[in-house]
């Protein structure tokens, strides 16, 4: 199935971005600098399953290019690049059809989590494979083992990440220590328990806000831990 999404931006450093962090995030990117061209663009791939429109532009604007998509075409999910000084543009994209709008500055995380959950209403399943755990604020790539928290990567050595990993896939379920031990470090490891509470505390201390007073990695006393909000 395919996975293509359109990104009419005319400021080719903001489209740049935005091509990167779809196409980590597996879907196919087409990109137009103008509205006619992304118009254009529709009409030649008509399996586009979602477009991101920018409102200013040079020619016809953002919104006139939502009018005139929905014309002819309501499966398509549309999201507005919005600026954060027009409030109004908000009102006006929904009442022209947009099913959604993101505001610039905006993350890669919440770039790829608008697409995904319009992809989804949209008809299309999100990419699977895509390789990717996004928990606002943050993103693990499995594909290349990194750590994103707010768009900023965060370094983690090989076991840090193998503990993320495995938070990341139990939110909210209580981990005992020999679990962690087993998964991270593999049934056969000879270790102490104590590893996991010293590698523990080194991750708090690079995605915590504040290591003394954990909000993501909260321990479950005389148990182990838990990835929870
Ligand atoms: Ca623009």
Redesign the pocket.
């Known amino acids: 199935m395919a996975r293509k999404v359109l990104v009419l ?3 080719s450093s ?1 489209r740049g971005f935005i091509v990167i962090n779809l196409t980590r995030a597996g879907y196919e990117v087409i990109e137009s600098e103008t509205g006619e061209e992304a118009l254009e663009k529709l009409r030649d791939n008509p399996d586009i399953r979602v477009a991101l429109l ?4 040079p020619g016809i604007d953002g919104f006139e290019v939502c009018r005139r998509i929905r014309a002819t075409n309501t499966r398509i999910g549309i999201i507005m690049l919005t600026a954060r000084s027009q409030e109004m543009d908000k009102v006006t994209g929904l009442m022209t059809g947009a099913d959604d709008y993101v505001t610039k500055p905006f993350s890669p995380a919440e770039l790829t989590a608008r697409v995904d959950a319009l992809f989804r209403r949209a008809g299309g399943a999100a990419p699977e494979q895509a390789g990717e755990i996004v928990q606002e604020p943050f993103l693990l790539n499995t594909r290349n083992r990194t750590l994103e928290k707010n768009g900023q990567r965060v370094k983690l050595t090989q076991v840090e990440y193998s503990i993320m990993k495995m938070f990341m896939e139990n939110p909210g379920k209580a981990l005992s220590r020999e679990e962690i031990l087993d998964t991270v470090w593999g049934r056969d490891y000879f270790g102490e328990l104590k590893i996991v509470d010293v590698n523990i505390r080194r991750l708090r201390l690079k995605i915590e806000d504040n290591a003394q007073n954990p909000t993501f990695i909260n321990t479950v006393w005389g148990y182990g831990y838990k990835w929870g909000f």
């Open positions: 931006e005319d400021e903001i920018d409102i200013m532009l």
